[in-house]
């Protein structure tokens, strides 16, 4: 291959992997064309693309882009990216991947540019799961803030209405025990003369 070919296939892998920090990178050999168009094309409805990419100016691209890939670079690379995030991007691979596990093997996943296994990937939570999380932390300590502030306040507010109650049922309760004070009797008014 020569250097003016090289050089533009090296600009092309920049280009289809500008942005991209999540990545999968599998061996796929012995797949029929049948079956793989019918991947290509299940996984570009879902927002993932797929590409064979020559090892050596993968290396080099992913060098420069800052993708710190030791390993997986024997035999056949197939890379693949897209999806909201590398939970959503590996559960779809391994869906795949079990479906022709005779000819598709996982090499490796990519998560924001660090190299790490694929059953960690797997592992990881998807986007919306993440947030899920984070609300929940977040809702759960505000709930527990709201009722410690709420809590004694509660207390002394039913403490008082019992207290209010007892004095209420007393007073009618001591009236009604206690003799009514007699009427002023009126002297008769002095005769006239």
């Known amino acids: 291959m020569s250097k003016i070919i090289k050089q533009m296939e090296i600009e092309t892998l920049r280009k289809n992997f500008d942005g991209v920090r999540d990545l999968v990178m599998l061996n796929v050999v012995g797949l029929d064309a049948i079956s793989d168009n019918q991947l290509r094309l299940s996984l570009r409805k879902k927002g993932i693309r797929m590409q064979v990419v020559k090892n050596t100016l993968a290396r080099r691209v992913f060098g420069d882009m800052g993708f710190d890939v ?18 959503g991007l590996s559960k779809e691979v391994d869906a795949f991947a079990k479906k022709h596990e005779k000819f598709i093997k996982v090499k490796t996943a990519i998560a924001d540019g660090e190299e790490l296994t694929f059953a960690a990937a797997l592992k ?3 986007r919306e799961e993440a947030i899920g999380q984070i609300l929940a932390l977040a809702l759960g300590a505000g709930s ?10 509660s207390q002394l507010a039913s403490q008082l209405k019992t207290i209010t109650e007892r004095k209420e049922e007393e007073a009618p309760a001591a009236s009604a025990a206690a003799p009514a004070p007699a009427a002023p009797v009126e002297a008769p008014a002095p005769a006239a003369s």
């Open 124 to 126: 990881r939570p998807t």
């Open 70 to 87: 030791k390993s997986s670079w024997d035999g056949a690379t197939t890379v693949v990216w897209g999806g909201t995030s590398i939970a």
């Open 144 to 153: 527990r803030l709201v009722a410690a502030i709420v809590g004694p306040g």
